[in-house]
């Protein structure tokens, strides 16, 4: 079952169309990657569906409902959220506080009863509470709930900002370079904390450019160049593309191990 759609999708940024007709599927408990060179639309394209950017033109659907034009914080609600490039926690706060605040589309109780702390209000707090602790045990950050964010190393800071995206509930996560920076040894860690995630039945779609992180994790990979696409296929047929490999693995790429 189809999960995400997107029909003709064209963003234009004056005279520039960065995306352009782009049909992009994504089934019900798929992990799929979409890759091309700088400047390919990927991260255009996350942000179109993910409501940052309002397309030109096309059509996006996410559990068979229109989702085209809607702000971010509507599109998260039902289930469809995303995390960023770059590392964004919010340093100065605690590393559960961080996760509490990706919970906050699901808090229901209103002002008046946080201001005279409610039954209700406490029980959702406390049940709030529950579920950030068991995502920061999935990211494997267990223990480091009262330290600053800031001063995580860089790749838990890394897993900080994928639990603070999983504490928002979602069906359908989008991960924009989540082994950006990382070493060797981080990466490691990055691709199975993801396999986690996919396992515990969360679909996946993710943008990266570290081939191996990619073709070790993904089962379709979808490639992007000038705003269109290029194929799409399994790890290996996209390793082998005469086109992909020309315009970005380049002639001396080598297949992951």
């Not at 003709?8 to 019900?28: E, M």
């Not at 179109?48 to 809607?70: D, K, Q």
Request: charged share 20%; glycine share 12%; aromatic share 6%.
């Amino acid at each position: 079952m189809s999960l995400l759609t997107c029909f003709g999708l064209l963003k234009r940024f004056g005279g520039l169309a960065a995306v352009s007709g782009v049909n992009l599927g994504v089934r019900q408990g798929e992990l799929v990657g979409l890759i091309g060179p700088n400047g390919a639309g990927k991260t255009t394209v996350f942000n179109l569906i993910t409501g940052f950017l309002a397309p030109t033109a096309g059509r996006i659907e996410y559990a068979g409902e229109e989702i085209t034009g809607l702000a971010p914080h509507l599109i998260a609600a039902r289930g469809l959220v995303r995390t960023f490039q770059k590392i964004n926690v919010f340093g100065e706060l605690t590393v559960i506080d961080n996760v509490l605040i990706g919970r906050h589309l699901h808090l229901t109780t209103r002002f008046g009863h946080a201001l005279v702390q409610s039954r209700g209000y406490r029980g959702e707090e406390q049940a709030a509470r529950d579920t950030a602790l068991r995502t920061l045990e999935t990211v494997g950050l267990s223990g480091w709930e009262t330290r600053q964010a800031k001063n995580l190393p860089f790749g838990l800071q890394r897993a900080l900002g994928i639990a603070t995206a999983l504490a928002a509930g979602p069906r359908l996560l989008l991960l924009d370079e989540p082994a950006s920076g990382m070493n060797t040894e981080e990466k490691k860690v990055a691709i199975e904390l993801i396999r986690r995630i996919h396992r515990q039945g969360t679909t996946l779609l993710l943008v990266e450019h570290d081939m191996n992180v990619v073709m070790s994790l993904c089962e379709r990979v979808i490639v992007l160049d000038s705003g269109t696409i290029l194929m799409e296929g399994t790890p290996d047929q996209v390793q082998h593309d005469p086109r992909v490999i020309e315009v970005y693995l380049g002639p001396g790429y080598r297949r992951p191990a």
